[in-house]
């Protein structure tokens, strides 16, 4: 059993920083890719970024620049340090990982950040 649990989520300011913490417990050795998606109310989930065990890195435009991912697979944790944040980065973050052997991910239940002045 797998499980992802996330912290860091909060309420911040226009231009404010936050860090968002994931990690994992479990079966985790064979998570070839971790990161990070977001969904806003009335939106579709979006993928923000990720990272394989070999730090190939990934962003969606909307963040690059300003979003770094960062992982260590050994201790299956990965990290999403979040700076000039914009109202519209509003939403509720959820950790991924993806298991090559079980040909499948999972999931965390997802940190809400908000960012509003």
């Known amino acids: 059993q797998v499980q992802l649990v996330e912290s860091g989520g909060g309420l911040v300011q226009p231009g404010g920083s936050l860090r968002l913490s994931c990690a994992a417990s479990?079966?985790?050795?064979?998570?070839?890719?971790m990161g990070w998606h977001r969904q806003a109310p009335e939106k579709e989930r979006e993928l923000v970024a990720t990272i394989t065990n070999g730090g190939i890195t990934n962003y969606a435009d909307s963040v690059q620049g300003r979003f770094t991912i960062s992982g260590d697979f050994s201790k299956a944790t990965v990290y999403l340090q979040m700076n000039s944040l914009k109202p519209e980065d509003t939403a509720v973050y959820s950790c991924?990982?993806?298991?090559?052997?079980?040909?499948?991910?999972?999931w965390g239940q997802g940190t809400q950040v908000t960012v509003s002045s």
């Open positions: 479990g079966s985790t050795s064979s998570f070839y890719t």
């Open positions: 991924y990982a993806y298991n090559w052997r079980a040909g499948r991910d999972y």
